[in-house]
Nanobody, 121 residues
Framework: QVQLVESGGGLVQAGGSLRLSCAAS????????MGWFRQAPGKEREFVAS????????RYADSTKGRFTISRDNARNTVSLQMNSLENADTAIYYC??????????????WGQGTQVTVSS
C-alpha cells in the first residue's frame, strides 16, 4: 500500500506560520495527486489544498486561498503545506491524502495519520 507520514504540526500564535510536510512511500508510484484535509473539533473533515504530481495543478479551499501554499518535492517524494497568517479557525488535525489522479483527490484513496495544528490567540 501507500504510506503517508505527516510532520510539522504544532502550536502557533494567530498570525504565525507553520509548514507541514507529507512523505509518501510504498506504492507511491500509484499516486499522482496529493493534498491536505483537516478536521477541527466537532467538525467534519474538509478539503484544504491539493496538487497534481504530473501537472502541478494546485487547488485551495476558499478559506485558505491566499494564506496557504501547497508544493511538491519530486526528489524526496513529499508534499508540503506552507500555512501563513494562521487563524484560530485553522486549528485542526491536518491529514495528508493521496489519490491516483487529481480528479479523485476529494475522495482520497490513502490517508496519513494526521498532525495536530493548534492556533492560539
Amino acid at each position: 500500500q501507500v504510506q503517508l507520514v505527516e510532520s510539522g504540526g504544532g502550536l502557533v500564535q494567530a498570525g504565525g506560520s507553520l509548514r507541514l510536510s507529507c512523505a509518501a512511500s510504498g506504492r507511491a508510484f500509484a499516486v499522482d495527486a496529493m493534498g491536505w484535509f483537516r478536521q477541527a473539533p466537532g467538525k467534519e473533515r474538509e478539503f484544504v489544498a491539493s496538487i497534481s504530481w504530473s501537472a502541478g495543478t494546485r487547488r485551495y479551499a476558499d478559506s485558505t486561498k491566499g494564506r496557504f501554499t501547497i508544493s511538491r518535492d519530486n526528489a524526496r517524494n513529499t508534499v508540503s503545506l506552507q500555512m501563513n497568517s494562521l487563524e484560530n479557525a485553522d486549528t485542526a488535525i491536518y491529514y495528508c491524502a493521496a489519490a491516483p489522479d487529481i480528479a479523485t483527490i476529494l475522495a482520497p484513496a490513502y490517508w496519513g495519520q494526521g498532525t495536530q495544528v493548534t492556533v492560539s490567540s
